[in-house]
């Protein structure tokens, strides 16, 4: 006969039976918090994160077409006025942008220029850490943004709303909390729970919780409302499997990344940030044809994304940001690519029609060391997306006021 640690074990086994899921906590400690409101609440806001890891080039993502300086510090390199996609007199798009120079002509994208923070380093770790724990460089938290926001929101009654993050082998700093670390997912797969047993039997008395091999009063309450919980989160679940979409998603790792995105959304999962990265802009060398292919990635995927969520109804539901640790240095170096630099560009796609230019263009005359000044705090776009979208409040978050800006 079991004993009740060998039920509750096997019961939280048939949850983690699927391997490609990686947990800050078993399934029914994630999920089943996240689905045990009695809604899921389908008006709630939802951000979705992009990380463009490596260090995006700014410069050659948002062209300044008419500053002189650009061309003159990259004979090589630069995006030429004839081909970007200009947005007004000042700057442009990198061609592979079309999908963005749609969204910017239907007055849903807004752009961040001169984003950063103070003593940048052009380290990889280091800048990444500081983004994802909005802490100041001379301290080292070990919870990131998202999780404290998360471990916020845990404090609500009956507000049991959690994240994602898609595509990834485990949590990055950001999205670790002290209290809530939501999972890793890599694919559809990974939200199958087939293997509970007889889940159909019902959740008011299973088979494989009776008295006789659960005679421990709260471990049969834990076990039974974990079942509840569970087969909730099944059934809800299953609307994934139902998803159907017009939009011929691009068959790359964003695009897939962000067609999961969407069947979670549109299934009324309680999710409310996601968090997914595309790799790949460390462009030390012959930087144009790879920095190329990764902004068509990006583009063509986010169309499709938003096309698509736009089709289901939901487009007014969700904020799309882009981040990276830094940009690159105004000069291209001997390799046509760039190095390790300091402020760069930041994307919302917002649904409020108040995209548009914010922030002020750092001058590529006035360096600091060969590198762009920032101008506007990136813990200002997060005050932005939690004040202004997620409505949670950021000062606690963030460690003190950032003036938030108005795209959302």
């Known amino acids: 006969m079991p004993t009740i640690s060998q039920t509750r074990r096997q019961f939280l086994q048939a949850l983690g039976a699927t391997g490609a899921v990686s947990l800050g906590g078993t399934l029914p400690g994630l999920w ?11 008006n709630d806001r939802i951000l979705v994160l992009i ?17 002189d300086a650009y061309y003159k510090a990259r004979p090589g390199i630069a995006i030429g006025r004839g081909a970007a996609l200009e947005l007004n007199d000042r700057v442009g798009l990198h061609p592979s942008l079309g ?14 220029e001169g984003v950063g923070f103070p003593e940048p380093n052009r380290s990889h770790f ?10 100041p460089d001379d301290q080292y938290p070990e919870t990131g943004w998202i999780g404290r926001s998360l471990d916020q929101i845990s404090q609500r ?11 990834m082998d485990k949590q990055p700093l950001a999205c670790i ?24 039997r019902g959740v008011d008395s299973p088979h494989w919780v009776t008295a006789s091999n659960a005679p421990a009063e709260g471990e049969l309450a834990f076990l039974r409302r974990s079942a509840v919980a569970t087969v909730t989160s099944a059934q809800r679940l299953e609307n994934l499997s139902d998803y159907r979409s017009e939009m011929n998603y691009p068959s790359t790792g964003l695009g897939r990344k962000l067609r999961l995105v969407a069947q979670m959304i549109a299934a009324e999962l309680p999710t409310r ?24 990635e990006l583009s063509n995927a986010m169309q499709a994304f938003v096309g698509d969520l736009d089709e289901q109804g939901l487009g007014e539901r969700v904020l799309v940001t882009t981040f990276s640790e830094f940009g690159r240095r105004v000069a291209e170096n001997g ?6 630099g300091a402020a760069s560009v930041l994307f919302a796609v917002t649904p409020t029609g108040k995209g548009g230019l914010y922030g002020k263009p750092p001058s590529l005359t006035d360096l600091d060391d060969g590198d762009p000044k920032f101008t506007t705090d990136f813990r200002r776009v997060y005050a932005t997306v939690l004040d202004r979208w997620l409505q949670i409040p950021s000062s606690p978050i963030l460690g003190a006021d950032y003036q938030p800006l108005s795209f959302a």
């Open 32 to 42: 089943s918090r996240c689905l045990a409101a009695e809604t899921t609440a389908p």
């Open 51 to 67: 990380q463009l890891a490596g260090g995006n080039d700014g410069l050659n993502t948002v062209i300044p077409i008419s500053d």
């Open 99 to 112: 999908g963005f120079r749609k969204l910017w002509d239907a007055g849903r994208l807004a752009i961040v």
């Open 126 to 135: 280091r800048s990444m850490d500081i983004w994802h724990s909005a802490a």
């Open 157 to 167: 009654l009956h507000d049991a709303r959690e994240a994602a993050c898609i595509g």
């Open 177 to 200: 909390g002290e209290k809530v670390t939501p999972p890793t997912i890599q694919r559809l797969e990974d939200f199958r729970l087939n293997h509970l047993p007889n889940r159909n």
């Open 273 to 296: 940030i996601f968090f997914v990265s595309l790799e790949g802009f460390d462009t030390h060398s012959q930087q144009q044809p790879g920095h190329a292919a990764l902004l068509t």
């Open 335 to 340: 390799s046509l690519g760039t190095d390790h």
